[in-house]
């Protein structure tokens, strides 16, 4: 057997074995750093960015059995090489030129109000001082365009054929929706979808930026796994609603993030309460302290109880964000505490 027969045979075994917690495969995560072939001994070369043992430990075992019953192959012998936590920026995905601090907004499911955090979280903190982008990298469902009120299209920087942020209420912006336009779908496969997600977030004109929050699409598929393989993240929020079908995804996402090294910044209770215009009343559609509990079991902070408010959606759908169009209102009252406690842990704290 020629050198190329058994390595494309090797590659086609290995794409099967998926790294964990995530879509793809160790060869698309670029973990395979060298393979050979003794005899019948099939000697692999690993490196895994993860203090987690079980991790080499599963994939170990995946891999093996993806080599039972292949004549050629009798024994692999894998050598995996584990870079230390410190280490993943600088072997692997790297900051944004000019961007100090960059922070992803996810949930582990749809539906629970993780682009409504996002666009109050990116105006609070450009209402605080501080300099703040806002990448929407929800591709196929992108909403930021919307939430910021912001259609404009976008234009390349001359010299440099970066794209140029639009930049609305104090905050600099890419979105899809701002390429495609209200009605028209994002229509792309994983390649493409790659492309762009990489394409947002080191081919755009950032400047100098304080904080890149990062408005990520539901799940733990390929668009999570290309921004932590492209930037070095210095944190990710965590947003749910209470009740246990959402905590169950909210935990797929935090062991996601942690098997790649991403720090917790802690978890946000979405749509906790609803209180009736007009009234004191208060009542919980969705249960009660979930995400606080939730938050305790992960042992990371607990950053805010954030309630179901008409207004709070309103302000959305034209284009105003609640904590900017109506700061005295509840939901704005609580965007803001949000907002500065999230501040206090990017910039004061150097904990890990």
């Given at each position: ?26 060869i ?37 059995d ?20 410190q280490?993943?920026?600088?072997t ?12 992803a907004?996810?949930?582990?499911k ?47 920087e ?8 639009a ?12 390429l ?13 979808v ?15 930026l ?27 929020l965590?947003?749910?609603t209470?009740?246990e079908?959402a ?42 302290g ?9 042992e990371?902070?607990?950053l ?19 904590v ?29």
């Open positions: 057997m020629s050198r190329n027969e058994w390595q494309e045979e090797v590659v086609t075994r290995l794409r099967g074995v998926k790294y964990p917690g995530f879509s793809r495969d160790i698309s995560f670029g973990l395979v750093q060298d393979m050979a072939l003794e005899g019948t001994e099939l000697k692999l070369k690993l490196k895994i960015t993860t203090p987690d043992p079980a991790v080499p430990e599963k994939i170990g075992k995946e891999i093996r993806a080599f039972k019953g292949y004549g050629p192959v009798k024994s692999v012998t894998i050598e995996t090489e584990v870079a230390p936590p280490a993943t920026a600088a692997g995905a790297q900051g944004i030129e000019g961007v100090k601090k960059i922070v907004v996810a949930s582990g749809g539906g629970v109000g993780k682009s409504t955090v996002a666009a109050n979280l990116a105006v609070r903190l450009a209402q605080s001082g501080l300099k703040v982008g806002l990448c929407d990298c929800d591709l196929y469902g992108p909403s930021q365009a919307l939430m910021l009120g912001c259609w404009e299209g976008v234009r390349v001359e010299g440099t054929e970066r794209l140029v942020p930049e609305c209420h104090g905050v600099k912006l890419m979105s899809m929706g701002m495609l336009g209200d009605d028209s779908p994002a229509a792309l496969r994983g390649p493409m790659t492309r762009f997600t990489q394409q947002f977030l080191r081919q755009v004109a950032w400047g100098d304080d904080v890149l929050v990062l408005d990520l699409p539901p799940g733990t598929g390929d668009i999570q796994l290309t921004i932590v393989q492209t930037v070095a993240l210095d944190g990710a965590i947003v749910t209470p009740q079908v905590l169950v995804d909210a935990r797929k996402a935090i062991a996601m993030f942690r098997k790649v090294n991403v720090r917790i910044l802690g978890v946000v209770e979405n749509m906790s309460y609803f209180i009736v215009p007009g009234t004191t009343q208060k009542h919980e559609i969705f249960g009660t979930g995400g606080k509990k939730e938050a305790k079991r992960q990371v902070p607990f805010g109880e954030i309630p179901l408010d008409p207004e709070a959606r309103e302000c959305g759908d034209h284009g105003k964000p609640v900017l169009e109506r700061p005295n209102s509840v939901s704005g009252k609580v965007f803001s505490e949000f907002g500065n406690h999230l501040s206090k842990i990017l910039f004061l704290s150097n904990s890990s």
